[in-house]
């Protein structure tokens, strides 16, 4: 029998350590995929994220400008899109992280100026994971 694949965002998963985020944002990688800006950083080889469990090997954080939604509504939907459509893509990535048994912080930051739609979202969501399979893979291929 198949093992059922589980789509959550369980608290292991979220991106909360205010040190993490520093060093993401200092030592970090980044790219952009309109609308999101995506910063990302290895972490380390062995039990990458051990509070979080078993699913540990992906933390995310999503961050909506101030600057451009100024209502605390409009930047919590964007922020719940974000997070709805990483919640049933992510599988895959994290995934390939525990085969490598690396661990990997992701920042996603909208950088759009309007409300999207959930679609648009959860089309570039996938692109942006599709993109961090394939660094972590050219990472994978450079180290051996």
Do not use: C
């Not at 965002?9 to 979220?14: A, W, Y």
């Not at 078993?54 to 961050?63: E, K, R, V």
């Not at 990535?93 to 979202?121: A, R």
Request: no cysteine.
């Amino acid at each position: 029998m198949a093992v059922q694949q589980r789509y959550t965002l369980q608290k292991g998963d979220k991106l909360k350590s205010k040190k993490l985020i520093e060093q993401l944002f200092k030592e970090g990688k980044s790219f952009s995929l309109f609308p999101f800006r995506v910063l990302y950083l290895e972490a380390p080889a062995s039990n990458p994220f051990p509070e979080a469990g078993a699913s540990g090997y992906l933390q995310t954080a999503f961050s909506v400008s101030k600057k451009y939604f100024k209502k605390a509504v409009d930047r919590n939907r964007v922020k719940r899109l974000m997070r709805e459509a990483w919640r049933l893509q992510k599988n895959e990535l994290s995934e390939k992280l525990q085969s490598t048994n690396k661990g990997l912080n992701v920042f996603i930051i909208y950088t759009g100026n309007e409300l999207p739609q959930y679609e648009l979202v959860f089309e570039k969501t996938n692109a942006v994971i599709r993109r961090l399979i394939k660094i972590q893979h050219e990472i994978t291929i450079a180290n051996t």
